[in-house]
């Protein structure tokens, strides 16, 4: 049965969709030749998305509409996206555009002065600049044409924060220079300049040595967001109802409090490392308090190869880590030039389609249940970036602590300080990764919430530094790198690099290094763990996180493992499943306990290996789980079987007898 157009699901409340672009290009010659009603037609049936994302305009700057405000591909043939319109409104289904924003190649070809400008007086022939013209003079004019002409629900915003560039323009320095005082806000870290307006230096900075290098990012990253706040404004007082985000806007790519008025938050995650980088991206955008998607990528390529279209499992595989944590899913793909939807696209992503729906009442919207908190320092990251925002090359730390935690079988959150420090008591134990600066607030916070019977796990020397007064341990001269061999009986495992030497004063050693494998010569404190008021620290002085990034080694696993079950010896949640499996403790929206598992068997991880065609099972798998009360029923969800279970004095016992990809365990 067709919805009609009053029953499109606004975006907030949206779980699966599609998206489709095509960067029109200036050689393009069939935009549109083949796209058919049919085609869209048998598309919309079979797989049934509350929205699709539909071509507009990509990071070449033509569009494949024929625009009257910018510059339209020569290629057109017909008009996609008046077909697109018809057909998902006589389907009730939402349809966005995809836009490319700050990236935009052909506005500078025409408007040279535009273009974002680098050190060295070079203009961009990519990005635009922030602070020009561009956005009043095209972006909002063409999105306005675009989306009034076609009745449109929203924007799906690409190439903009990630994008955006640090800026030498004209209009930067301009503004730069016009500033009252320093910046209109204070840098990352809190400080300002102790000159006054007539000492202000007015020149911009250059090099990263320059001691007005944080204020220099946090100017532009202060003008990305007006710049978004402003196009964000402009199109909703055009148009109420509109639905617009700007991709990875408030995500790890910029962790800090949500300001410009987005309707959701979206991003798309790697090809390739395609669950690790969900894993990381869901779990932190589950707690920006916005409705949110991720995107994968429906193809990958190999070196020499064009786009070859993954199997539906290692989509369902995929979906499974986003849906575990309570968001949307999408999936991208790219038409043929001339708009065709190919036949393998359609079965495909109705198979993946038809696994999503089958979890969308247990996961769309679920809850996080807090056990351990992970923070992603934005502290820390922006001071390290020289971005506007990205996190490149500033989330390895990060990512090999999640891994870690998931694969000893905990249910992990991702917050960063804006998000963590309010909510600190709600976590049994914080774990701080190597983040080498933090606000001295944070540090305080940090230093009650453990004194109060926290438990805290610092991952690294750097971090370690932050709290000395909790270590119960004194630091011995500065960090060196050496070679280290780790410990865990009988095995041990290579972790070389930045090692702190620590002599325990209060503390007790619970790891140790030695400088080579015969471990029996020349051990030295690897990690402590110290009491602090009514709780614990555990500190492991050198670079555990970074080395199990790059080696999951199962013997930094276990040396851990130790550390964490003497912090947190009572989990509301344990299973015996092995370390491919990850878990999460939730609460679905009409608040039933539930525990997520998800088969991370032959997770893509190498572009040699495009994608599984098979995940074997695991099974069977006993989960223990904390309830109050005697349950009324245990379902597994999505067959929505019964399962075997028992209670005993508030514990749950269940078995679950097999695990393909990805299910729950609900507690009515």
Known sequence: MRRTAKQIIARKDAFFGIHFDLHPNETDTELGAETSEANIERLLTRVKPDYVQYDCKGHRGYTGYPTKVGWASPGIVNDSLKVWRKVTREHGVGLYIHYSGVWDMVAIEHHPEWAAVDAEGKPSPNMTSTFGPY?????????????????????WADGECWGAMLDWSKWALEAWEAR???????????SRLACGPSQRPTSAPRETDDPRWLEWKTFHRRQFERYLCHWIDALHAFRPDLQLTSNWMYTTFAPKPVVAK???LSGDYSPTVSCDRARVEARYLANTGKPWDLMAWGFNWAEGQGHTVKPAVALMQEAGVVLMQGGGFQIYYQPTRSGVIPEQVIATTA???????????VSHKSTSVPQVALLLSTESQFDRSDRVFTPYGCMDELEGAL??????GYSVDI????????????????VIPDSHKLAPSFVKAVRAYVKGGGSLLLLGEKCARLFPTLLGAKLIGEPMKVAAELIADPHSASCNGLWQAVKPTKALAVGYRCPTRDVAKGGEVAATLSPYGEGAVGSVYGPIALTYFRTHHFVLRRFIGRIVDCLFPEPAVRTDAPSCVDVALRKTRDGKLSVHLLNLAKAQRADRFLSADCIPPIGPITIRLRVRTRPKAVRWVPDGGR???EWNRGFLTARIPRLDIHGALVVE
Not at 139 to 155: A, H, R, T, W
Not at 180 to 190: I, L, Q, Y
Not at 351 to 361: I, K, L
Not at 417 to 428: A, G, I, K
């Open 180 to 190: 009252e005082g320093g910046p209109d806000a204070s840098p990352a870290d809190g």
């Open 135 to 155: 956005v009043d003079e095209l972006l909002i004019p063409q999105l306005k044409e675009v989306l009034g002409d076609y009745e449109l629900d929203g924007v």
């Open 403 to 408: 891994h870690l935690l998931l694969q000893l």
């Open 262 to 264: 987005l309707d959701f």
């Open 415 to 430: 917050l960063a300080e804006h998000q963590l420090q309010p909510r600190l008591s709600d976590f049994p134990l914080v």
């Open 351 to 361: 198979e993946v389609a038809e696994f999503c729906r089958a979890r969308q009442q």
């Open 643 to 645: 399962v075997r279970w």
